[in-house]
């Protein structure tokens, strides 16, 4: 993934993460749990990488500590050159980065307008703005009607408001958008349709991206490349056509053999 020498807009290298595990006894030492264990991947501007793995794998956590939001115990986090801490408090990190998750209705308020939840990136980032004028921009942009910012959550379909979760991972205009399986709660047609406009979003947006799945089969309509984690080591890391077409660990053909698909009549 890496062109000459252009510096990656999201790099971890060789970190490792660990989690106190369950005690030995009343009285006994506390286990770690390594959640990652020497990992070492980037992403470069304007590429789109899919991180892939069962769930446990340490998917999530690596998406965690590339936003801030997990010290790790060792090795480097850094974006655009610039080192991430862990602490939580970056907040030009913030600014930079947007986040999609899988349910978007659990993360909204049910007592908040659309409007009113989309804006709340650029109040927390304080970001000076016609923040009403640029809600209504990025809601059209997602091929949402025209009244939809001064309705509740419950107004909407599953896949509108996960158009409405791209809204917001999007108003503050970041360089990088991050989605965590969102599109596994969706059915096949509107994942589909979810897939085609997060495909558009960033040709039109110049956005770099990084998805998160435990899903293969969408991974050829989000990615141009693939990390594959397999309890918390990276097993292969590639194109998606060196992946999919020639997979060389053990762990990865066995994924791929697990794809479903229809049968041949």
């Avoid at 209504?136 to 408001?161: C, I, K, N, W």
Wanted: include cysteine; aromatic fraction near 4%; hydrophobic fraction near 40%.
């Amino acid at each position: 993934m890496l062109i000459g020498e252009q510096t990656p807009l999201s790099q971890a290298r060789d970190i490792t993460v660990t989690f106190p595990g369950p005690s030995r006894g009343v009285m006994g030492r506390r286990e770690k749990l390594t959640a990652l264990n020497r990992v070492t991947m980037h992403v470069n501007r304007g590429d789109s990488l899919a991180i892939v793995g069962e769930s446990g794998s340490g998917k999530s956590t690596l998406v965690r500590a590339l936003l801030g939001l997990q010290r790790v115990d060792s090795g480097e986090v850094t974006y655009d050159g610039r080192r991430v801490t862990g602490r939580g408090r970056e907040r030009w990190l913030r600014s930079r980065t947007g986040i999609v998750f899988q349910d978007p209705y659990s993360s909204f308020s049910p007592r908040l307008t659309i409007g009113e939840s989309v804006a709340e990136p650029l109040e927390a980032l304080e970001i000076d703005c016609d923040r009403s004028g640029r809600v209504t921009e990025v809601l059209s942009l997602l091929g949402l009607p025209a009244d939809a910012a001064s309705r509740y959550p419950s107004a909407f379909s599953g896949g509108q408001r996960q158009r409405i979760a791209i809204a917001r991972g999007l108003i503050h205009r970041p360089d990088l958008l991050i989605g965590d399986e969102p599109v596994s709660a969706l059915d096949v047609l509107v994942r589909q349709s979810i897939l085609r406009q997060l495909a558009t979003l960033r040709r039109e947006l110049g956005l770099t991206m990084i998805n998160v799945t435990h899903d293969l089969s969408i991974v050829p309509d989000i990615a141009d490349h693939v990390l594959v984690l397999q309890a918390g080591k990276v097993v292969e890391t590639g194109t998606v056509e060196a992946i999919f077409g020639n997979p060389q660990d053990p762990y990865t053909q066995s994924l791929i053999r697990a794809i479903p698909r229809l049968e041949e009549r």
